[in-house]
């Protein structure tokens, strides 16, 4: 008798409206998804929430206005000032919740939903109330969901939209009396040597084929697996659980990454601290910036700070246009750095007048671990 086990990622996509504001929106069952394996031959299903990410655009209620900070304010003086516009203003509530079996609902955090001045709308990362580590670990009949609750604003109405998006990963172990079979090196229709044709296309022998299966499988081990062919997808696991995802494209790299390294109107001077241990590819920056006044002359960069002293520069942006409302912008990078120490660090001219035009600013780094 041998033990296999087999793993399957999924994609969590779901829209909350008017008609379902106020019920329990099931986000990730972790059942068992194959019914061709018989249930007593079933060790364990283990589930990891591994991404959860939030968008809201409330449109029926009043504006929240933009908390007053000033230069001169502390820090803590700077966070109630924006936790009481979060959470004093009119709001709807999204409960975030946890089961083990189904049938009783645990709340592990709330969102506070506000139609914010000057910005369509919201985004936030969920993800953050479940777990600190990489993924949320569930048992056989672990359950997430949420709701919209009514904070004496009333549920979602007219047009108001709440999705939730994310991703989680199942390991199914059983036991079988056949020889082992590798069935867990399929990623979306491309067959990556050894495994089984899951998708309807033609198997070319280890490559391509033309499935539109959307479920990804990954092989889950300590140690990198041997001979990996381009396309599969390694689970690296810690003592702790899953430490990190990583795809071969001639190389191990991870999955795209995203961290916000400064936000608000006073957003230079954020920075991305590097690991000497580490290996990066930096991809992109974005940025969105919502104008209260008109400002011409736009210039922000991105450079590499040895310990105060600047060694180089990774990106910059310049844009000579008045600008007075919104703008999403995203600056390519393709910087390769490897064991490298310091930080990157956001600069931009014009400081004063730039921060007195603006509403609010997010800059997000684009980026990849290699190996």
């Not at 449109?59 to 009481?84: C, G």
């Not at 299966?213 to 997808?233: A, D, K, R, W």
């Not at 002293?309 to 600056?331: A, D, G, K, Q, V």
């Not at 064991?339 to 600013?361: M, P, R």
Request: aromatic residues 10%.
């Amino acid at each position: 008798m041998a033990i296999e086990s087999i793993n399957i990622i999924k994609k969590i996509a779901k829209r909350i409206t008017v008609n379902n504001a106020g019920d329990i929106v099931l986000l990730f069952d972790n059942v068992n998804p194959f019914s061709d394996i018989p249930s007593n031959t079933i060790i364990s299903v283990n589930g990891f929430l591994k991404n959860l990410k939030g968008y809201s655009k409330i449109v029926s209620l009043q504006e929240a206005e933009l908390p007053d900070i000033r230069i001169e304010d502390s820090e803590p003086e700077r966070r109630m000032k924006a936790l009481n516009i979060e959470w004093n203003s009119q709001r709807k509530q999204l409960d975030l919740l946890v089961s083990a079996d189904g049938q009783d609902w645990v709340e592990v955090g709330s969102v506070s939903l506000i139609k914010q001045q000057g910005y369509p709308y919201r985004m936030y990362s969920l993800l953050d109330f479940f777990t600190d580590g990489l993924a949320d670990e569930y048992g056989t009949n672990g359950k997430v969901g949420c709701r919209i609750t009514d904070v004496g604003y009333g549920l979602l109405t007219g047009n108001d939209l709440v999705t939730i998006h994310g991703s989680y990963l199942q390991e199914i172990v059983f036991k079988t009396d056949t020889q082992p079979i590798n069935i867990s090196l399929t990623c979306n229709g491309t067959n990556t040597g050894g495994g089984t044709n899951t998708g309807g296309g033609t198997n070319t022998g280890g490559g391509t084929n033309g499935s539109n299966n959307e479920e990804n499988y990954m092989v889950l081990s300590v140690t990198e697996p041997t001979n990996p062919t381009n396309g599969l997808i390694w689970g690296e696991l810690g003592t702790n659980g899953l430490v990190e995802e990583w795809i071969w494209n001639s190389r191990w790299e991870s999955r795209i990454k995203t961290k916000v390294i400064a936000c608000g109107r006073n957003f230079v001077d954020g920075q991305f601290v590097l690991s000497s241990d580490k290996k990066y590819r930096f991809i992109s920056l974005r940025a969105d910036l919502s104008f209260s006044g008109s400002f011409t002359g736009l210039s922000y960069w991105l450079y590499q700070d040895y310990f105060g002293e600047p060694t180089s520069e990774l990106m910059r942006h310049t844009n000579n246009e008045t600008l007075s409302t919104y703008i999403s912008i995203e600056t390519p990078i393709n910087r390769e750095m490897n064991n490298e120490i310091g930080s990157l660090i956001l600069n931009a001219s014009d400081k004063v007048n730039l921060q007195d035009s603006l509403n609010y600013a997010s800059f997000e780094l684009v980026y990849q671990l290699l190996r």
